[in-house]
């Protein structure tokens, strides 16, 4: 089963604006990955956020962790038309090595 | 190799005939995963390796699906007598357990006609 889920499911903004994409999941976690996916091809990696971690910063990325409620939100500053892709948060669960992924929210940023 | 290699790139078969999907993951991780994700849909967990360990096939949806990992290495995807909503890309990830992040193959497009 799924642990993660985003939404929204879909986004679209304009070339220079701010996305915000949320994640939320059920169970106690080690941490919270966020991935990328292109034209339905395989993830890479953005950014990991352990479970005492409360916000991590990466270049335009700025992701935070909210363990009380079991939800993460990824922000990615000043658009750009590159940056439409898919984007899921993983999360491994504690007492478990697996990593479960959400639906994902498909992000399009309008040149 | 450099990263996660996957293949076929893309499958076509036909309804009810048997497809092999491989992953070659990073030589040195641990841990082995496959994915199947629909047209437009989020990743569905199917089957997970580490180590020695027995793997979680908790995500196998039938009996038609199976996986082995020989040496702790290569990965292998069966599915028997295909059906058309077998279609979907087949993702491999392999990982160094200790940090968790997975890095994925381009996947397999296996079409089922």
Not at chain 2, 47 to 52: D, V
Not at chain 2, 93 to 98: D, E, G, L, R, V
């Amino acid at each position: 089963s799924q642990q993660g889920e985003e939404d929204p499911q879909a986004l679209s903004i304009q070339e220079g604006e701010n996305a915000t994409m949320n994640c939320s999941y059920k169970t106690s976690i080690n941490n919270l990955q966020w991935y990328r996916q292109n034209s339905g091809r395989g993830l890479v990696h953005l950014i990991l956020i352990r479970s005492n971690e409360r916000e991590k910063h990466s270049g335009r990325l700025r992701v935070t962790l909210d363990t009380s409620k079991k939800s993460s939100s990824l922000l990615i500053t000043a658009s750009r038309a590159a940056d439409t892709a898919s984007y899921f948060c993983a999360t491994d669960r504690r007492n478990n090595n697996d990593m479960r992924f959400g639906a994902g929210t498909r992000l399009t940023v309008k040149p | 190799g450099a990263g996660v290699s996957q293949s076929p790139s893309n499958k076509v078969t036909e309804k009810g005939k048997d497809v092999e999907l491989r992953c070659d993951p990073i030589s040195g991780h641990t841990a082995l995963y496959w994915y199947r994700q629909s047209l437009g849909q989020g990743l569905e967990f199917l089957i997970y390796f580490q180590g020695n360990s027995a793997p979680d096939k908790s995500g196998l949806p039938s009996d038609r699906f199976s996986a082995e990992r020989t040496g702790g290495s290569v990965s292998t995807l069966t599915i028997q007598r295909t059906q058309q909503e077998d279609s979907a890309v087949y993702l491999c990830a392999s990982t160094n357990s200790a940090r968790n992040i997975q890095y994925f193959g381009a996947g397999t497009r296996l079409s089922v006609l």
